[in-house]
């Protein structure tokens, strides 16, 4: 491996101003919507999800530099999938439960009651408003960060930590190594044909060479890192740091209090709860 | 290249009982194991809906039997690594994975992760960590499996009625102890007559039984 003379490519990227969902520590981003994310799974009415749900799509929105994809996917994509699982999740619903409501829409065989629609509706909701809580960390923060932070602050061993991200870094690699075996597969005609069956045995085919080779590459990299003396001392230094600073707390504390708020609005009106699926 | 580091062979033979402490080769091969599973279930993530699709026209709930494909990772990781905590370790890390490669339901499939790994980590506990034979690999898998199917019954079908959950529940268990738990077994075995796994215990282990039956 040659050393060439150029910018660093593992340095710290300087976050991007004005959004500050990037200069905040990765473990802030994930304690803040935790305790929504825990109310959500045991929340039964739409009432909690919608709101926690808008509450964290703006957040994004504002907190962090969105690519034209995340921005398709956030304000397109997603809306969509709600209500595409909204539909299925309401005609496929417990019809024994949902039949004493007022029927909505009769075509032939297939009935959709209001009381369906609204579990539907819970349902597809709670999954948005986990995967957009979830968001809030996961589009502004860099693999790299998150493991030095598990690290640095959680006392997640270094040695778990940086190896997990060592191995992360062997995606591309992989991917290479996938495509590679797929093509000497090819060139001996392995299960060829069209459908899903020959396409399953492809696929089923590529599983143990696949692993025998990340097996060998792991070991080698293993054993670079035991000549290197990895792991012999009880701290490390790390390149750079991944401090805990006021805004981490007062982000957390401010996301704590913006769940309890949300619950609170979510259970006091009386006819909310009546509408408990 | 493997000489100047491996000990010589009779100290192999008479070396005790393995310990339960993770070297850093069991840190490093867990987390490939858990990147490249995370690479297949990425490639199943494109697969596995009309095979999915064509159970679930024949039985609502049957869907869930192919569903181990995405838990032999957990399994596999714990029957090569042998160590607490290996199965949910390395489920985690390829539900991470092909959480970052992309998939449909994003964030969500790190909890599923967590939550798979911890039902086949608990069947390797109750074992002590220290039997791998093949009713254990299938044990480990339909604890994954049960994991799952309570899972996804809780989080994406709170709605449907307790029939379909039931069916849902049972085929998780069934597929999973087969696909996840029997064939993590079979790849284990494939993997070690490679020779790929000779500095663990799982390969020493097969390459020793195919030495002595060839003697």
Redesign the interface.
């Known amino acids: 491996m040659t050393t060439a003379p150029g910018p660093d490519p593992f340095a710290a990227a300087p976050p991007p101003r004005g959004r500050f969902l990037h200069a905040l520590n990765p473990l802030a981003k994930i304690a803040g919507p935790l305790p929504a994310i825990v109310a959500v799974l045991f929340a039964h009415t739409w009432a909690l999800p919608a709101l926690l749900a808008t509450g964290s799509l703006i957040l994004v929105l504002v907190g962090a530099r969105l690519s034209g994809r995340a921005l398709l996917g956030l304000l397109v994509v997603l809306p969509l999938a709600t209500a595409v699982l909204t539909l299925s999740f309401a005609f496929w619903s417990d019809g024994g439960r949902a039949s004493a409501t007022p029927l909505l829409v009769e075509l032939g065989p297939v009935r959709l009651h209001e009381g369906a629609l609204l579990a539907g509706g819970a349902t597809a909701l709670r999954l948005a408003a986990i995967l957009l809580l979830s968001l809030v960390g996961g589009l502004s923060t860099t693999g790299p960060d998150l493991a030095r932070s598990l690290v640095q602050q959680l006392r997640v061993p270094y040695r778990v930590g940086y190896t997990a991200l060592a191995a992360y870094r062997f995606v591309p690699r992989f991917g290479h190594e996938l495509d590679v075996i797929r093509q000497a597969h090819r060139v001996r005609g392995m299960a060829p044909g069209r459908g899903p069956l020959p396409a399953l045995r492809r696929r089923a085919g590529y599983l143990v060479p696949l692993l025998a080779g990340a097996l060998r590459h792991a070991e080698r990299v293993a054993l670079a890192m035991d000549s290197r003396a990895f792991g012999a001392h009880p701290t490390r230094t790390e390149r750079h740091l991944v401090p805990w600073r006021r805004r981490d707390t007062v982000f957390v504390l401010l996301a704590w209090l913006a769940t309890a708020l949300a619950i609170a609005l979510a259970i006091a009106p009386a006819d909310l709860i009546a509408q408990k699926v | ?1 493997h000489s100047t ?1 491996s000990k010589p062979a009779a100290a192999a033979a008479t070396r005790p009982r393995p310990t339960l402490k ?1 070297r ?2 069991d ?3 867990a ?6 599973a ?3 279930f990425w ?2 993530n494109l ?1 596995y809906s ?2 999915s699709a064509g159970l679930e026209a024949v039985l ?1 709930g049957l869907q869930s039997a192919i569903g181990g494909v995405w838990l032999f990772a957990g399994v ?1 990781g714990g029957l090569i690594i042998r160590k607490p905590g290996a199965a949910i ?1 390395t489920e985690l ?1 390829a539900a ?2 092909s959480a ?2 992309g998939t449909q339901w ?3 499939t ?1 909890e599923a992760g967590l939550v798979q790994g911890l039902g086949a980590e608990l069947v390797f506990a109750l074992f002590l960590y220290g039997n791998y034979r093949a009713y254990v690999a299938v044990l480990a898998g339909a604890g994954a499996g049960l994991a799952m199917g309570i899972n996804d019954i ?8 307790a029939d ?1 959950k039931t069916i849902y529940v049972i085929a998780a268990v069934i597929g999973a102890s087969i696909v996840a738990g029997l064939l993590s077994w079979l ?1 284990v075995r ?2 070690a007559s ?1 020779g ?2 000779n ?1 663990f215990a799982a390969g020493r282990e097969v390459t020793a039984r195919e030495a002595s039956a060839r003697a």
């Open positions: 290249m580091i993770w850093v080769v840190i490093v091969i987390s490939v194991i858990g990147v490249a995370g690479l297949i490639v199943w697969t009309p095979f609502p596999l370790y890390v991470t994975v970052l490669v994003g964030v969500l790190l809780v989080l994406w079908y709170p709605a449907l009625g379909f790849i494939a993997l490679t790929a796994l500095r």
